[in-house]
């Protein structure tokens, strides 16, 4: 394999170029793979504590009545999650900028044929209405072609990845209907209460899918090039 810094060839038993000290290809995408697999465990982990703790806080709820019920002390006991999402957003962010950078990578050492540019790695992302649909196709298209998969395991594949866009979509609309909701009523407070722990399993369960997608093709194109 040659070097990515000097173009000397790295024999494949060391992981290190022999001229210039420089890691090989294959272990800087496994590096880079790992930390973007951590991430999202990460964002994984606080959604679903968010998750939790809005439990927690409605459970509460579920014995007041209208007379008894204080929308003033309901309504302060929930306005931290707003911002709890918002920090979860900003992570999410954070991770996507290192998750693109990868993909960025998988996608040109995939064999291919592929049925979008690399280009549309990042430009599928940041164009309105293009990244409604586009960015799950690309992670799609480089998932089967870094491995030699059957109908089945695409079709699995597809699943998985599909999954992953729905919950993030749902994870994005519910944590907006969760920041713009109030909490006037009992009735109000209690759907707020299911909104955001609606919005934190949906965020849960897409980093959890994302890291599927990771793996697997982390995996592919580190055991091809060994």
Do not use: K
Not at 48 to 56: E, N, Q, V, W, Y
Not at 131 to 142: A, E, G, H, T
Not at 166 to 191: N, P
Request: hydrophobic share 50%; aromatic share 10%.
């Amino acid at each position: 394999m040659p070097c990515a810094l000097c173009g000397d060839i790295i024999p494949r038993t060391v992981a290190r170029c022999p001229h210039c000290g420089a890691w090989a290809r294959r272990r800087d995408f496994r590096a880079v793979g790992v930390a973007v697999f951590m991430l999202l465990g990460f964002n994984a982990f606080i959604a679903l504590g968010s998750g939790i703790s809005l439990l927690r806080v409605g459970r509460p709820l579920r014995t007041e009545t209208h007379d008894t019920y204080d929308p003033v002390g309901t309504g302060r006991a929930l306005a931290p999650y707003a911002d709890v999402f918002a920090v979860c957003a900003v992570l999410a962010g954070l991770t996507g900028l290192l998750y693109l950078g990868w993909l960025w990578r998988a996608h040109r050492q995939s064999p291919g044929p592929h049925h979008h540019h690399r280009a549309w790695v990042v430009l599928g992302w940041v164009l309105p209405v293009v990244n409604l649909w586009l960015p799950p196709r690309v992670v799609y298209d480089v998932w089967v072609n870094s491995g030699r998969y059957r109908t089945a395991e695409r079709q699995v594949a597809g699943v998985v990845v599909a999954g992953w866009w729905t919950c993030l979509l749902l994870a994005l609309l519910l944590a907006r209907l969760f920041g713009a909701a109030h909490a006037d009523t009992l009735a109000d407070a209690r759907f707020d209460v299911h909104l955001g722990v609606a919005a934190a399993a949906c965020q849960a369960l897409a980093a959890a899918l994302c890291m599927v997608t990771v793996f697997h093709i982390t995996r592919l194109q580190v055991v091809r090039d060994d």
